[in-house]
């Protein structure tokens, strides 16, 4: 079993920046693929980055550029930033982790993501 907690969200002006973080009960990293998705009030939740395998990056268009995924193995901790942050980007934000074998997803809570003036 794997527990996902995300944290970081909240409300940022269009420009500003976040970083949210999301922690696993467990060392997961470096076996399950992980990566970012959200989900706007009215839309499919759709992915935003993820960790490719070999540990390569991949970044839904809209937020190329503007996000950075990372990890720190030793913290169990994966992490987005996001930068030069548009009102379309207000979503909940989910972190997942899926099985490489069985494809089983796990997903947080999810932390809200609100960009306004």
């Known amino acids: 079993q794997v527990q996902l907690v995300e944290s970081g969200g909240g409300l940022v002006q269009p420009g500003g920046s976040l970083r949210l973080a999301c922690a696993a009960s467990?060392?997961?990293?470096?076996?399950?693929?992980m990566g970012w998705y959200r989900q706007a009030p009215g839309k499919q939740r759709e992915l935003v980055a993820t960790?490719?395998?070999?540990?390569?990056?991949n970044y839904a268009d809209s937020v190329k550029g503007r996000s950075t995924i990372s990890r720190d193995n030793a913290k169990n901790t994966m992490y987005l930033q996001m930068n030069s942050l548009k009102p379309e980007d207000t979503a909940v934000y989910y972190c997942?982790?899926?099985?490489?074998?069985?494809?089983?997803?796990?997903w947080g809570q999810g932390t809200q993501v609100t960009v306004s003036s």
């Open positions: 997942n982790a899926r099985h490489p074998f069985t494809s089983q997803d796990y």
């Open positions: 467990r060392n997961i990293f470096s076996f399950y693929a």
């Open positions: 960790f490719t395998d070999g540990g390569s990056t």
